[in-house]
């Protein structure tokens, strides 16, 4: 292999070099050194050799098998440094730059790597390993190491103090303008610096008042460290604003601003952002306007506005005021010193107004002239067409409905305290409402007059006895009757029972009473015919008659009494009209039921209707009728109902029919059934 590496230590150190290759028997060395003589030559595998002098070597090594036949020919070049002479050679120790320059140190070593860093006093090797340092605008120490022919081989180190020092400010920009009759101002001012323009000028600044073409030169004296700039400006023209002169008015008048404005693409008024054609002024001030254009050129120009004062005062805001009424119309606040013109050509400080209209105040000031005028519109409105009607009357416990509805009113108030459009009332006295509208306030009343009723009063229901009467009295002052019978007298003579009512009128108010007279009569009754009863029945004697007191024949007092034998009965019946008496008679029945065997149903009132008789102590009873068919033509369970003679309201055929009985006695617990037949004759 070749020999791409070799050791050895710094110049006069020999440097060690060997050939790594199996099939290497013996090498031809020649160190490019003629210099030492026979020492340039070797023949060995390993060779060393010191060199004669520092400097810059070509080594050419010979390689050669066992057979001696020349396998291969390499060279290196080898570098001995001079170690009398800096690494950072011909930089010197120290430099000063100016800002803005930089400094490139790039040494050389031929086989080795440097170690950079930096600080100031010890050596710090911080930088690592690289072949240069850029340095650009700091002030610094740099240290270098130089490591030559392996990591044991040859060590050297230098150091160089590097400071920056500043050069010159000057910055104008490439381009500049200015405005025709304006000045640039272009300053180089720097401290211990010498300058020189392109105007011949070698002040630290300049004004410029034309476009062209500047530079200057700008030098520290000190360092040498120089700065140059160079600034084309353009000239453009000059914007024109013009106002009015300065201007007094009375306050109250107002001034419009237009500005007469040439070459200006834009402007705004006193530093603000209004940019408006004109601006109004109403008030004292210094006003001004700044004018620009695309370029950059502007102007301005101001004018002072003065307002002497001014009687000012308002008559309101137009009105609106309810007809029938007026308003009185003054300025407000109240000024002195001044005069006073009405629209009415009065001079006063107020005036009263009754009529619909457009009314003005001029006020003249007599200190320095100024006046003011304002205007007032008045309109009435009219009023609703809202009445509570006339005044009226009305009866006691009547009510009387009062309306005050206006269409689109907005509140009512009633001296009831009421706030409905209606109202009822019922008590005398005068009724007023307050209707508000728009604003306005309406008001009608009435007078409302209560009537006492009449006195009416017929008394209690009550009861007469047959016979007796009664005297109804329904009189009144000054009133009227009419009676249930349309009678019209003041009283009234009962004589029978019935329902009697009055109404009484006085005065267009009605009373009315009502009372029920009942009539009793003496007690009416009777307890029958005399009738007979049969042994074990039992008769009940029921006068049927009500609000009495009883006494009976043995001194019993029930309305009712229960008869099971013969004998002669009575009952005295007394209420509060008198008393009566009757009696029956109970005899000893047949107590045989009787049966007839034909009967004549020709409606003669003889014999028509075919039945049974007797049997009075019979107390379940039926009879059925039937044809020699079997066909039943008539049943009862009535003792006292017979069959006459009809089925379905067709009479019969002349002939002979079956009757069946069936019957219970009061005095035996078995039923009794008889049958026959009845003879129908025609």
Not at 283 to 294: D, F, H, M, P
Not at 422 to 427: L, Y
Not at 555 to 562: K, N, R
Not at 584 to 589: A, D, E, M, P, S
Request: hydrophobic content about 35%; overall charge neutral.
């Amino acid at each position: 292999m070749l020999f791409r590496s070799y050791t050895g230590g710094c110049y006069p150190d020999s440097l060690h070099f060997t050939i790594t290759r199996d099939t290497t028997a013996h090498v031809e060395w020649d160190f490019g050194d003629p210099a030492s003589g026979v020492n340039n030559t070797a023949l060995a595998v390993k060779a060393a050799h010191r060199f004669s002098s520092p400097g810059i070597y070509t080594v050419t090594a010979k390689i050669f098998d066992a057979s001696n036949l020349l396998i291969d020919s390499v060279t290196e070049i080898v570098e001995r440094k001079d170690p009398n002479k800096r690494l950072l050679y011909p930089l010197p120790t120290d430099t000063v730059l100016c800002d803005g320059s930089s400094l490139i140190i790039k040494p050389h070593c031929i086989n080795g790597i440097f170690e950079w860093g930096e600080g100031y006093g010890t050596p710090i090797l911080n930088y690592g390993i690289r072949d240069s340092l850029y340095i650009v605008n700091s002030s610094r120490t740099v240290y270098i190491k130089m490591i030559q022919n392996g990591c044991t081989g040859c060590e050297q180190t230098d150091s160089i103090k590097i400071t920056f020092v500043p050069k010159p400010s000057v910055a104008f920009g490439r381009y500049g303008s200015l405005c025709t009759g304006d000045s640039v101002k272009l300053d180089a001012t720097f401290p211990g610096a010498s300058h020189f323009w392109s105007t011949g000028d070698t002040a630290a600044y300049i004004w410029v008042k034309q476009g062209g073409t500047y530079w200057v030169n700008s030098i520290i004296n000190q360092t040498g460290c120089t700065s140059s700039d160079t600034i084309t400006i353009t000239e453009y023209p000059a914007v024109q604003v013009t106002l009015p002169k300065d201007t007094i008015l009375c306050q109250g008048e107002t001034l419009t601003l237009t500005p007469g404005i040439v070459n200006a693409t834009s402007h705004t008024w006193n530093g603000t952002s209004y940019n408006g054609d004109s601006l109004v002024v109403t008030q004292s001030g210094t006003y001004w306007v700044t004018a620009i254009n695309t370029n950059g050129c502007s102007s301005s120009d101001t004018i002072n506005v003065t307002f002497k004062p001014s009687p000012l005062f308002s008559l309101g805001n137009d009105t609106t005021i309810c007809g029938g009424t007026f308003i009185n119309l003054a300025p407000s606040p109240f000024q002195n010193n001044v005069s006073y013109l009405w629209s009415t050509n009065s001079t006063n400080i107020t005036i009263s107004v009754a009529n619909q209209g457009t009314y003005w105040l001029k006020l003249t000031s007599t200190v320095n002239g100024c006046y003011w005028q304002d205007t007032i519109n008045v309109n009435f409105k009219t009023l609703p067409n809202f009445s509570l009607g006339p005044d009226r009357s009305v009866c006691e416990k009547d009510t009387v409905s009062l309306n005050a509805t206006v269409t689109g009113a907005s509140g009512y108030t009633w001296n009831t305290a009421a706030t409905t459009p209606v109202i009822r009332v019922f008590q005398t006295g005068i009724y007023w409402c307050d209707v508000s509208k728009d604003g306005c306030l309406y008001r009608d009343s009435v007078s409302v007059m209560v009537k006492p009723l009449p006195v009416v009063n017929l008394g209690n229901d009550a009861s007469l006895c047959e016979g007796n009467t009664l005297l109804l009295n329904a009189a009144n002052p000054d009133a009227t009757y009419l009676w249930q019978d349309r009678s019209t007298a003041a009283v009234y003579l009962v004589k029978q029972t019935g329902k009697y009512y009055v109404t009484v009128n006085r005065a267009g108010c009605f009373a009315r009473d009502t009372v029920n007279i009942t009539y009793i009569s003496k007690p009416v009754f009777t307890l029958g015919p005399d009738q007979p009863i049969c042994n074990g029945m039992q008769i009940t004697l029921n006068p049927r008659i009500n609000d009495v007191s009883y006494l009976w024949q043995d001194g019993s007092s029930s309305p009712t009494y229960m008869v099971s034998q013969p004998g002669l009965y009575h009952l005295t019946a007394v209420n509060n009209c008198g008393s009566k008496k009757d009696s029956v008679l109970i005899t000893t029945g047949v107590c045989k039921l009787y049966i007839p065997t034909a009967f004549t149903p020709n409606r003669d009132g003889k014999n028509d209707v075919f039945k049974s008789y007797f049997g009075e102590n019979i107390t379940e009873y039926h009879l059925q009728i039937l044809n020699r068919y079997g066909k039943l033509l008539f049943e009862s369970s009535d003792k006292n109902q017979g069959w006459d003679g009809t089925y379905k309201g067709v009479a019969q055929s002349q002939g002979s029919y079956i009757w069946i009985i069936n019957y219970q006695l009061s005095d035996k617990p078995d039923k009794q059934l008889l049958k026959g037949s009845v003879l129908l004759i025609k």
